[in-house]
Structure formats: C-alpha cells, structure tokens
C-alpha cells in the first residue's frame, strides 16, 4: 500500500496556479509592450539602420557604417545647436524647479488665502497647448506690434528686444518657464502632501520653526520628486523644437535652422532630404540625453545616500 504526503498531493495544485499567474501578468503587460515596441523601439532602430546609409545620386542607398556619425560630430552646426540647449538646460531648468518649488511650498504652509485659486491659477499655463503659448508670447514679444513693442511707444523707451538674437533664448525659456512651473510644483506639491504628520509633530516639539522644518523635513522628503522633475526636465531641455520652430517666423533672422538639435535633423530631413545624416543626428542626441539624465539620476541617488 502506497500513501502520498499532502505536500506532494498539492504541487499539481500550485504549479498550475503560478502559471496562470505569471501568464495573467504578460496579459495585463502586453498591450503596453506592444504599443511601446510599435512607438520606440521599433522608430529607433529603423533610425539607426538608415543612419548606417548614405543616398547617392548614382547606385541609390550605399551601406557606409559610422560615417554619418563621424561627419556628425565634426559638424560645426551640430556642436553650436548642442552647445545652444546645454547653456538653455543650465539656465532654465535650475530657474523653473525653483520657482516650482516656492510655490509648492507656500502652498503646503497652509498660510495662503484662496489656496485652490492660486494652484489652479500656476498649473493652467501648462494646460495651455505649446503651439498657443508660443504664439501668444510672439506676439507680446513683437517689436512692432506686440505689449514690448507699445510699451516703448507709449513711454519712449528702448527697452531689450526679446525677439532679437541677443535675447531669444531668454525669451524661449521664459516661454518654456511659464508653462512647466506648474506641473512641476505639482509634482513638488503631492509629495509633499504625503509627509507623516508625525515629523511635524515631532518637529513642533523640538521648537523647530519655518525655515527649519522645510530645510529638515520637507526638503529631505521630496529629494526624489525633485530628481524626477530634474531629469524630466532635463529631456525636455534635450528635446526643444516647438518653441524656437514657431518663433522662426517672427525673428527669421535669430533663430537659424540649426537653432537646436531636433531643428536641425527636422530641417535637414525634411528640407534637405538628407535622411540618413538627420537619423545619426537623432540617435547621437539620445545618447547624450540619456547620458545627462543618468548623470542627473547618479547625482540625486548619492545624495539620497
């Protein structure tokens, strides 16, 4: 006579169950995988495949490996645009993340008057399509017929052109500071709803004041709500092409074809066919944002330690 144990008599009872749990969890992620290999993997390596190419007059697509790339970063016009959103990134991100992060903390004090008004009143800017806000602030910034412009007239002034090649990157991070402030401090704002009220507790025992406490409790809190508006940010910063593409019509003469980096591989594929060139371009560019945003990462993560 033969006996089982109850363990033995349960493993064909489990091991069904875990493979339908792990099948059940492929189900939930598979749309996503799907549609994030239609959308990104599968642009970027078809980008990468023609940037292995070059187009010839005579003999059509010839295979001339890194190439593209070597000509890539030998580009003058490609070094100025990278060199143009590096100074944008360090100037504008660092200004926008504060600027958000004062207002999401005076909206945490809890000494503000009509609290809803004013958040809503900072985030409605970003609700704002690009196209719109970057129009809206052409036309301010117009010399001619613009709020700068009447301002001159009216008072006699020779105030700053922002459309002028001096100041138009200061006038596109303004643009871009008024529309990303907001889901910045957002972002700022519920992390810091999240704090256990015991620090304050604690905090208010031990005497701490105002400053104290943002310094000590509130800032340590939302150390990686700020890394990740830095490195979204940081992308963003990497990605600038709605802005100064709109504004090309109004100051032609400021801003050039190669203005940034995605400008500069929009104009050369679609103005001047050069695929192939404009492909190396992209994928050089999102090597270095992932670079910048890893190094951005490290940064916060050391120290978190």
Do not use: C, H
Request: positive net charge.
């Amino acid at each position: 006579m033969t006996t089982t144990s109850p363990v033995a008599d349960a493993l064909p009872l489990v091991r069904p169950r875990k493979l339908a749990g792990r099948w059940m969890g492929w189900a939930f992620v598979g749309p996503f995988m799907a549609v994030f290999l239609l959308v990104f993997v599968a642009p970027v390596l078809y980008a990468f495949y023609l940037s292995l190419f070059q187009n010839q007059m005579v003999g059509g697509d010839k295979f001339v490996g890194g190439a593209n790339y070597l000509q890539a970063l030998g580009d003058p016009q490609f070094w100025d645009s990278v060199i143009r959103v590096a100074v944008f990134l360090v100037v504008q991100v660092p200004i926008m993340l504060f600027l958000a992060l004062f207002a999401a903390l005076a909206l945490d004090s809890g000494r503000l008057r009509a609290t809803s008004f004013f958040r809503i009143s900072v985030f409605l800017p970003y609700a704002v399509p690009a196209v719109v806000a970057t129009l809206m602030w052409g036309f301010i910034y117009g010399p001619r017929f613009g709020l700068f412009g009447s301002i001159n007239d009216f008072f006699g002034l020779d105030l700053a052109e922002p459309l002028s090649s001096s100041w138009i990157l200061a006038s596109i991070g303004n643009i871009n500071t008024w529309e990303f402030t907001g889901y910045n401090m957002l972002i700022f704002y519920s992390a810091l709803k999240v704090i256990p009220a015991e620090l304050y507790e604690a905090a208010n025992l031990d005497g701490a004041g105002t400053f104290r406490v943002i310094r000590s409790i509130k800032l340590p809190s939302i150390r990686g709500a700020i890394g990740i508006a830095s490195i979204f940010s940081v992308i963003g910063s990497f990605q600038l092409f709605n802005e100064p593409n709109i504004l090309k019509s109004l100051a032609p003469n400021s801003i050039s074809s190669y203005f940034t980096p995605n400008m500069y591989a929009f104009n050369l594929s679609f103005a001047g066919q050069q695929f192939n060139y404009a492909a190396a371009i992209s994928i050089i560019m999102g090597v270095l944002t992932v670079i910048v945003a890893y190094v951005v990462q490290l940064s916060g993560s050391r120290k978190d330690a």
